[in-house]
């Protein structure tokens, strides 16, 4: 099988003074279906590894970044962004941290919207994640009417709502409290597998991604003679 | 392009929920734009009805067409042709004397009118409203509304006319029946006078002259001297109030000594620019504020919704699309200002046009605003509008998707 997304040789700077540091991708490759967790101390550049994960952040340097058999390098160079909207558009999903539920939408419509905004018509898979996520007796409701746990599955909901190839989630349960961020991560999880999207979750909460199971990736920061540069390193099943 | 499009009707679609969710805000943006348009609205109809009504009644009123002749001329026969044929002329007819004729009037029921003043006319006077019959040949004459009201007479009925001279040393009177053609309206000419045919007067002026007048039946006095005949003045009309000053300046470089009203034609004139000026001044300074406090609101607006818009962006939407958000926000803001700022000025419009309705006549409006500079100012409105946004285009424009990913 054809790998979904291939790095390597991926750099990219982040911050100012102090807190400044390297993210230093060697080789990474993900394929369909695949599920990881990425975890690594507070700004050591998970976040920065999701965004380029995410096509959100242009990295400094790249001898190889694919997704879905397109050079993302060479797009982020050719400066337009109508080339990268459209692959996070219909190949990628995105959990956030908190919200990403738009407030003027109920919550159907914001859990429908990249559909929405790909032209796509209904699915029944909609109601399927509604009702996989016990959502579906709010689905008329505005997002303020929700409580937080609520709105985080909804967020969920619409990350998987067009069958992305890619789901990233950042720190997801952060807001959740310990037994629900547990349940929410295991619905990600059975969803991702479900319908063959592969999944990155990315959490400072290494008890959790070790009760979940995932292949665990670790961003690992050492200091150096340039500023601190953090490799990824894979955490072998102990 | 297909996904430009319908990535367009999506942010439009999207642009109309958060102004609909967030409406009381919305509303007050609208009403911040009603606020400024409708005063506008109602000085520009204000300006529009009273520079209209003014310029209306000016043209409607003849007397505003007329050329004063001030001293005599001498005036030939030719040149009162020529002059006929210019197309600035409306009507002309001449009369012999520098002092008015005047003739001595008595109606059937014996009350009588003593030296009338008689003025030429002629088929297509201008004093003449459009039922009222000029007074044609030597039997007919047309009076002025108080003198048709001191006589106690109407349009046909007959008084008589009396003219007194000295003849031989002695006085000689000579009664004409006359019938009245028409009462001219009481606005077009005021006083005592009577009009009538252009041969009547001259007919009158050689009897007074002490010539013998065969056509009203006088054979006393001498033979009238023959000759072209010259005139001293003319009562002149000029086709339009537009012809009015050049017909003028051209007659005074001939060396006539002639006035009009152009001070009032002036006047109003000097009210529209003087009403324009004003409105410029306080549309300007009106649709600045306005425009400023909508832009830096549409900014503001754009601010507060980073990380909704920037979400929008991370799910596809292109920047360039999605600057079209606050764009189409304020399209819309404006529409619903426009729609408040039109009610409230049908509102004004028709209270101000019921306050003066007793000054004005039927078809009369003090604040009217014309359909074209409605449109006008609705097209304007949001001209300006979607250009307040363009600050916060820019700022939508700076908006990275990545920021919709976790809170700063």
């Known amino acids: ?14 911050g100012e003074g102090e807190g400044a540091f390297t993210l230093e991708v060697g080789e990474l490759s993900l394929r369909a279906g695949d599920c990881l967790a990425v975890t690594g101390p507070s700004g050591s550049g998970k976040s920065t590894l999701l965004d380029l994960l995410g096509l959100v952040l242009c990295p400094d340097r790249a001898e190889v970044f694919r997704f879905l058999d397109r050079d993302v390098a060479a797009l982020w160079r050719s400066g337009g962004d109508g080339g990268l909207a459209a692959l996070r558009s219909r190949h990628l999903g995105y959990v956030l ?9 109920d919550l159907r419509e914001n859990v429908e919207l990249s559909r929405r905004l790909l032209g796509l018509g209904p699915d029944s898979l909609t109601g399927e994640l509604l009702a996989r996520l016990g959502l579906t007796h709010l689905k008329a409701k505005k997002p303020r009417a929700l409580s937080v746990g609520e709105r985080q599955r909804a967020a969920i909901a619409r990350a998987f709502a067009h069958r992305p190839a890619l789901v990233l989630a950042d720190e997801p349960t952060a807001a959740l409290d310990p037994s629900l961020a547990l349940e929410v991560c295991r619905l990600m999880r059975e969803l991702a597998a479900e319908f063959g999207i592969a999944l990155v979750i990315v959490s400072h909460d290494w008890a959790l991604v070790r009760r979940l199971g995932l292949p665990e990736l670790r961003v690992i920061p050492q200091a150096g003679t340039s500023g601190c540069r953090s490799r990824l390193e894979w955490v072998s099943d102990a | 392009m297909r996904d430009a499009v319908r990535q367009l009707r999506s942010v439009a679609e999207l642009a109309g929920r958060d102004l609909l969710h967030e409406w009381r805000a919305s509303l007050c943006l609208a009403l911040a734009i009603a606020a400024v348009l409708a005063p506008l609205l109602v000085l520009f109809g204000l300006k529009s009805g009273i520079v209209d009504t003014l310029t209306a009644r000016m043209k409607s009123d003849p007397r505003n067409l007329e050329i004063v002749w001030r001293l005599n001329g001498s005036l030939d026969r030719d040149w009162l042709e020529r002059l006929r044929a210019n197309p600035r002329v409306g009507f002309a007819v001449p009369s012999t004397r520098t002092l008015a004729a005047t003739l001595d009037l008595a109606a059937a029921d014996g009350k009588g009118l003593e030296d009338v003043d008689l003025m030429p006319t002629d088929t297509g006077d201008p004093l003449f409203g459009v039922e009222d019959a000029v007074p044609q040949g030597l039997g007919e004459l047309a009076l002025t509304h108080e003198a048709a009201d001191k006589l106690g007479v109407s349009a046909g009925m007959s008084v008589e006319g009396v003219v007194y001279r000295n003849l031989h040393q002695q006085r000689q009177v000579l009664r004409l029946s006359l019938r009245v053609s028409a009462v001219l309206a009481e606005s077009v000419h005021s006083g005592w006078g009577a009009f009538v045919s252009l041969p009547l ?3 009158l002026e050689h009897y007074r002259d002490g010539y013998a007048v065969p056509e009203l039946g006088v054979a006393d006095g001498a033979s009238p001297t023959s000759g072209a005949s010259r005139y001293a003045r003319l009562r002149l009309y000029a086709r339009s109030l537009e012809a009015v000053p050049g017909l003028a300046e051209s007659l005074r470089a001939q060396g006539y000594d002639v006035s009009t009203r152009s001070k009032d034609i002036e006047l109003v004139k000097n009210i529209d620019h003087a009403l324009s000026f004003l409105f410029r001044l306080i549309a300007g300074g009106g649709i600045a504020g306005c425009v400023l406090s909508l832009g830096a609101s549409l900014w503001a607006s754009v601010e507060r919704k980073r990380r909704d818009l920037a979400l929008l962006r991370l799910v596809g939407i292109r920047n360039t699309v999605l600057a079209g958000f606050p764009a189409i926000q304020a399209a819309g803001v404006a529409a619903a200002g426009i729609a408040l700022a039109f009610a409230a000025y049908f509102a004004a419009a028709e209270a101000i046009n019921r306050t003066f309705r007793a000054d004005l006549s039927r078809e009369e409006f003090v604040c009217r605003l014309l359909p074209n500079d409605g ?27 990545g920021e919709s990913l976790r809170e700063n």
Do not use: K
């Open chain 1, 1 to 14: 099988m054809t790998s979904l997304l291939e790095l390597a040789g991926v750099e990219r700077r982040r």
């Open chain 2, 201 to 203: 007067l001259e007919a």
């Open chain 2, 375 to 401: 449109v006008t100012a609705a097209f304007l409105t949001e001209s300006l509008a979607v250009l307040a946004a363009l600050i916060a285009v820019a700022a939508v424009l700076r908006i990275e998707p």
């Open chain 1, 97 to 105: 941290q908190t919200g990403g539920l738009l407030p003027f939408l």
